[in-house]
């Protein structure tokens, strides 16, 4: 019996439209890939914290997270291990969004940010790149809760939005899982996988996988 290759088809479609980018391939699985175990969950006692270059520092609940402003953002993820999953549909909160309506007061000051994680896991981006319109703080995945092993309740989301070849695009290591804050910085500070040797830039078109 002849099977047709839908994937290999889908595939080439993405790499025509210049939208995979090199030394990836395309994946309809969403892959599993973190270090450490999964923490647990208690929304009593979570909390997610901005501090550092700000005027004023915060502090949310989980219920009170969830009054801020949401947005929806529809874009293409490239994993280091080198798999890609398209049109993939998240929901959350935008940092661009907090900044522009006031609930987070930057200092002038303020160049970097360093996403912080449990059990001490780090992910570092420059500001410009987290005030992008494809930097997202996920609590929904395709219409659903995120699951446990990818990041819920909160995580760090980056992609490309298709056409929006404005805007940096790196890889996806660069959004932490199970994020509890978002610490801004005077100067750059390399997070866990940044440490271990992975590239500080991580830019998906250059190829920047490891430094």
């Known amino acids: ?32 890939l973190h270090y450490g175990p999964i923490p647990p969950f208690n929304p009593a006692t979570w909390d997610f914290r901005i501090w550092g270059e700000v005027e004023e520092e915060r502090r949310w609940t989980w219920e ?11 874009m293409d993820i490239h994993c ?6 398209f049109d ?10 907090l900044v522009e309506q006031g609930f987070i007061r930057l200092k002038p000051t303020a160049r970097y940010v360093l996403q912080h994680a449990e059990y001490g896991f780090t992910a570092n981006l420059p500001l410009e790149v987290v005030l992008q319109d494809n930097f997202l703080l996920a609590t929904h995945f395709n219409g659903e809760p995120l699951t446990p092993e990818h990041g819920y309740p909160l995580r760090g989301v980056i992609g490309y939005i298709p056409g929006r070849d404005d805007l940096v695009t790196t890889y996806f290591w ?5 994020l509890r804050g ?8 390399p997070g866990f996988w ?3 040797g992975y590239h500080n830039n991580a830019d998906v078109w250059k190829e920047e996988r490891y430094g």
């Open 174 to 178: 660069k959004g932490a899982k199970w």
């Open 88 to 97: 993939t549909v998240w929901e959350g909160v935008s940092v661009k969004t």
């Open 182 to 189: 978002l610490e801004f910085l005077a100067q750059d500070r």
């Open 194 to 196: 940044e440490q271990a």
């Open 64 to 74: 009170e997270f969830n009054q801020l402003p949401r947005t929806r953002i529809v």
């Open 80 to 85: 280091v291990t080198r798999w890609s999953k």
């Open 1 to 32: 019996m002849f099977y047709r290759d839908d994937r290999r088809e889908q595939e080439e479609k993405m790499r025509r439209e210049k939208r995979l980018p090199p030394g990836q391939a395309l994946t309809n699985k969403f892959p599993v």
